[in-house]
């Protein structure tokens, strides 16, 4: 039943036991793939310029880079290592040990409830891998058990592999907001997407499933894809993919 004001208007239903979840700070997030530590120029700048160099479609849709010297990439790190929003991750793989990736809470609103992800930039050795979706769920994970009550992705409406990855991780579809930003002297659309807190226990159990050892043959193959577990968990899809 829709709860309603004295003049009959609908009104949204109460959150019951609010409390404004912190915001991320110091933490590190460790699974059984990935780690991930607050990004620090002087330790992970020049292992993840390594990491990147040589691909500069990395930052194509990126509101900064592509670096052209490792020193270029240290001073950027500098600059943003610090922040508390956007609040910056190194993500290590685990299986290889490298320093490959690099991710961000963004648009942090605790008194509303709602945390970003973004600023993704993962390395080719990093891409595809069980860790790069456990860093994803890590951080998920870490949003929702915080007390966050929405889990947002936006993406360059153009930017498809960002646009499959979202939904992929379990991230409903909410349209597209035209013009939205211009990143880099060019016009952005910006496709929005979005996990609210009663869908995360189905989507961690997808995420368990799927990261599970036995998910895997002895040649590191899935047997299930993640994709179709989280296909009943979100609200809408993505009519572009």
């Known amino acids: 039943m829709t709860d309603r004001t004295a003049s009959g208007a609908p009104i949204g239903a109460i959150v019951h036991d609010w409390t404004a979840p912190p915001r991320p700070a110091g933490l590190s997030l460790e699974g059984r793939y990935a780690r991930l530590d607050r990004l620090n120029a002087d330790v992970h700048a020049a292992l993840l310029h390594r990491a990147f160099a040589g691909h500069d479609g990395l930052w194509d849709y990126m509101p900064n880079g592509p670096f052209a010297s490792s020193a270029q990439y240290h001073r950027w790190v500098r600059d943003v290592e610090a922040g508390e929003d956007p609040v910056f991750y190194a993500i290590r793989n685990l299986e290889n040990g490298g320093w490959e990736g690099v991710a961000s809470y963004l648009r942090i ?39 966050y009550r929405r889990y947002e992705w936006k993406c360059n409406a153009l930017n498809a592999p960002s646009r499959r990855a979202a939904q992929r991780l379990g991230f409903s579809f909410e349209g597209v907001f035209r013009q939205a930003l211009v990143t880099k002297g060019r016009n ?31 040649h590191g193959r899935q047997r299930e894809s993640l994709g179709d577990m989280t296909r009943l968990v979100r609200a809408s899809s993505d009519p572009t993919l």
């Open 109 to 147: 609103t605790p008194d509303a409830g709602t945390i970003e992800v973004g600023n993704i930039c993962f390395a080719p050795s990093l891409q595809r891998t069980r860790a790069a979706t456990e860093a994803m769920h890590l951080m998920m994970q870490w949003a929702f058990e915080a007390g």
């Open 188 to 218: 952005r659309d910006t496709a929005w997407f979005a996990v609210i807190d009663k869908e995360w226990p189905a989507l961690k159990e997808a995420f368990s499933t799927w990261l599970s050892p036995s998910n895997f043959d002895s």
